[in-house]
């Protein structure tokens, strides 16, 4: 079983308020994902990196912002949340050399 | 047109049926391939993965990777009522970044 933890698991804000979800992973991985699921479609990758200190943005743009001082941490963070970014979150770790990535169970984020 | 292509469905099936998923895709360099499961309000889970061509099984869940026909296939057989979730396939050219599906939402009746 993987040990990916994402909090909160629901989040309710108010436009222009700062934002951060958190990632942590108790496995070592030293590779890390976010991604943006809306209801009906596929999982768009937003954010990943490699290691600490690499951060690199994903095929979907976002106005997300993540860090990666510690391994097993990656936060994403919202400067101005907007209703456009109502979404669900989801983290991902996986071993450098395998494919298999291991999911948090998300944070549903709805910014009014 | 996107990457990999996948029916949303929903897919009802009574219990006890075998259940075919499919997906397509268009780029031929992907390398490996991924089942994921995922129940309403969670995060996916690894069910099966593939690298390169080929059957593999597990219970009874059986994935087929057919490199020919760029068509990747789950089956389940004995179908129970916690079955019932969203299926995702994903693949990758190398062992790190995935393309998704859209999934396959599955209702298992009993």
């Known amino acids: 079983e993987a040990d990916i933890y994402q909090t909160p698991r629901y989040l309710v804000i108010g436009t222009g308020k700062k934002i951060t979800l958190e990632c942590s992973q108790t496995?070592?991985?030293?590779?890390m994902y976010w991604y943006q699921q809306d209801p009906g479609m596929e999982l768009h990758l937003i954010h990943y990196?490699?290691?600490?200190?690499?951060?690199e943005k994903g095929d979907l743009s976002s106005e997300s912002t993540v860090s990666r001082i510690r391994t097993e941490h990656f936060p994403l963070t919202l400067e101005s949340a907007r209703p456009s970014h109502t979404s669900q979150y989801l983290c991902?770790?996986?071993?450098?050399?395998?494919?298999?990535?291991?999911f948090g169970a998300g944070t549903r984020l709805s910014v009014l | 047109q996107k990457e990999v292509e996948q029916d949303p469905g929903p897919l009802s099936v009574p219990e006890g049926a075998i259940v075919s998923l499919n997906c397509t895709y268009s780029?031929?360099?992907?390398?490996?391939f991924m089942w994921y499961r995922q129940y309403s309000r969670k995060g996916p889970e690894l069910l099966m993965y593939?690298?390169?061509?080929g059957n593999k099984e597990d219970g009874r869940f059986t994935a087929q990777v057919d490199k020919s026909s760029k068509y990747i296939s789950l089956f389940i057989r004995d179908s129970q009522p916690s079955d019932s979730a969203t299926y995702l396939c994903?693949?990758?050219?190398?062992?790190?970044?995935?393309?998704f599906g859209t999934g396959t939402r599955l209702q298992v009746t009993l």
């Open positions: 991902a770790s996986s071993e450098s050399g395998s494919g298999i990535q291991y």
């Open positions: 496995m070592g991985h030293d590779k």
């Open positions: 990196s490699y290691g600490v200190n690499s951060t």
């Open positions: 780029n031929s360099a992907f390398q490996y």
């Open positions: 593939t690298y390169s061509s």
């Open positions: 994903a693949m990758s050219l190398t062992a790190s970044k995935l393309t």
